[in-house]
């Protein structure tokens, strides 16, 4: 593999800090809260949905390198009408640009790369993630089922496995619950989950609240989280 490619560029998006303030799109205070979270250096995967928001919210200075599993290292900013190149996509088959110094490969060694432990966080969705970390994202019991993807070799390849999911279904229900209902994607592999109301982390004694997003209460948390947690609002903040 050739050198790191260089750094992601937001151009003039807002920061994620700033997002996370002034925004009223949820997945949108999500994603910003989630790249956040990482951290000079680190090689990142990106899953589809919310994760997807993450680039155009990296600052210009940070220095994380973007790895999607279709095959490229050095994923940068979705590119303008003028940049787009049809042979340039991610694995949600959605345009991007390639940085320079970016290296291609085959979908073979990206996978080696994931299951070697070469990639050091993964940002995913989840429909489901239990209170043990547990998580499931890949199939909704009746319905359609259009295959895990990459997901199960994320979730247990990457250093760090970061969740940033809506705190409900669509229905209401919650989406942190005590055990999964749905098919699993792989057990206890959650290490950050973020939702639109606050970052939850898994610690030796149990899952924990540590942040409040937005206008949300502790209440309001307690009202949509089905999972036993506990609360440390004084340990990890923005």
């Known amino acids: 593999m050739c050198d790191r490619p260089g750094r992601t560029s937001r151009g003039e998006a807002p920061t994620a800090r700033e997002a996370t303030r002034v925004s009223t799109d949820p997945k949108l205070v999500i994603a910003a809260r989630a790249a956040l979270e990482l951290r000079a250096g680190e ?6 949905g919310i994760p997807n928001l993450i680039p155009s919210l990296l600052g210009p200075d940070t220095d994380v390198y973007l790895h999607t599993e279709n095959g490229l290292l050095g994923v940068g900013p979705r590119p303008s009408e003028a940049e787009l190149d049809a042979d340039l996509i991610d694995a949600a088959k959605r345009p991007v640009t390639a940085l320079p110094g970016a290296s291609y490969f085959d979908s073979a060694e990206s996978f080696a790369m994931i299951r070697g432990g ?18 499931a994202n890949w199939a909704v019991p009746g ?23 809506t705190a409900t279904s669509s229905s209401g ?11 699993l994607t792989a057990p206890a592999a959650a290490d950050v989950v973020i939702t639109d109301l606050g970052v939850f982390r898994f610690r030796p004694e149990g899952l924990v609240l540590t942040e409040l997003l937005g206008d949300a209460t502790l209440h309001a948390v307690a009202a949509v989280t089905a999972a036993p947690y506990a609360v440390d609002l004084d340990g990890v903040g923005v």
Do not use: F, W
């Open 43 to 48: 090689v990142v995967n990106l899953g589809i």
């Open 118 to 135: 070469h990639v050091d966080v993964a940002v995913l969705g989840a429909l489901q993630v239990s209170g043990g970390g547990d998580i």
């Open 143 to 165: 319905k359609d089922v259009l295959g895990v993807g990459g997901a199960m070799d994320l979730v247990v390849g990457a250093r760090r496995v970061i969740v940033t999911m």
């Open 173 to 183: 229900e919650p989406k942190l619950v005590g055990e999964c209902t749905y098919p």
